[in-house]
Nanobody, 124 residues
Framework: VQLQASGGGLVQAGGSLRLSCAAS????????VGWFRQAPGKEREFVAG????????YYADSVKGRFTISRDNAKNTVYLQMISLKPEDTAVYYC??????????????????WGKGTQVTVSS
């Protein structure tokens, strides 16, 4: 499965961005998808996850109420809408899939395929 994350950029604190994760396979609609991020000098951390149907979502406490994960299976795409961005949100953001279809809840080792990241930089 090839995944392509896009939508990153430079934004001021308080601003918003929408990331997209597009997949190469139509079976993408059967996979759980997670967004993770890695800041310089830090370990990769979980951000948000969504089940294959979109019916279940899960968020890291640090982004609850500010980030929203959603998916459009007809377009083989998962989105991460980010609002009220903070400088501490600065990181490379990655999307990954769980072939079982369950909603990812934080364990990056359980993800099966990863895409290349997209840089998000939030200036203060």
């Amino acid at each position: 499965v090839q995944l392509q994350a896009s939508g990153g950029g430079l934004v001021q604190a308080g601003g918003s961005l929408r990331l997209s994760c597009a997949a190469s396979r139509r079976t993408f609609s059967t996979y759980g998808v997670g967004w993770f991020r890695q800041a310089p000098g830090k370990e990769r951390e979980f951000v948000a996850g969504i089940s294959w149907s979109g019916g279940r979502t899960y968020y890291a406490d640090s982004v609850k109420g500010r980030f929203t994960i959603s998916r459009d299976n007809a377009k083989n795409t998962v989105y991460l809408q980010m609002i009220s961005l903070k400088p501490e949100d600065t990181a490379v953001y990655y999307c990954a899939v769980d072939l079982s279809g369950v909603v990812p809840r934080g364990d990056s080792t359980g993800m099966d395929y990863w895409g290349k990241g997209t840089q998000v930089t939030v200036s203060s």
